[in-house]
């Protein structure tokens, strides 16, 4: 399994981004798909992910309401689209592959390079 992640770059706050991650599996009905931020110094995060199969979502606390993940399963693309962007959105996002719909970042087995994204004025 293979991910590719893209669509970073620098906005202001306030702002609207929207990441991609195109997937090759096998199978992909097969997986959850995550999106996880890492910040230097700091504990990766879950923000948000969805099930290739049933399109169950899940997203974390802190992005509720602004940040929502998507796919399109003929494109095996993932999508995060974050609005109302902030300072502390600022980190580099990574998508992830499990067999399993969760959160939980160590049960996540296959990693996309990371893409940042920065919010700054």
């Known amino acids: 399994v293979q991910l590719q992640a893209s669509g970073g770059g620098l906005v202001q706050p306030g702002s609207s981004l929207r990441l991609s991650c195109v997937i090759s599996a096998r199978t992909l009905d097969y997986y959850g798909i995550g999106w996880f931020r890492q910040v230097p110094g700091k504990e990766c995060e879950g923000v948000a992910g969805?099930?290739?199969?049933?399109?169950?979502?899940w997203s974390a606390d802190s992005v509720k309401g602004r940040f929502t993940t998507s796919k399109d399963n003929a494109k095996s693309t993932v999508y995060l689209q974050m609005n109302s962007l902030k300072s502390e959105d600022t980190a580099v996002y990574y998508c992830a592959a499990s067999s399993d719909w969760t959160k939980n970042a160590p049960l996540y087995d296959y990693w996309g390079q990371g893409t940042l994204v920065t919010v700054s004025s």
């Open positions: 969805i099930s290739m199969r049933l399109g169950h979502t």
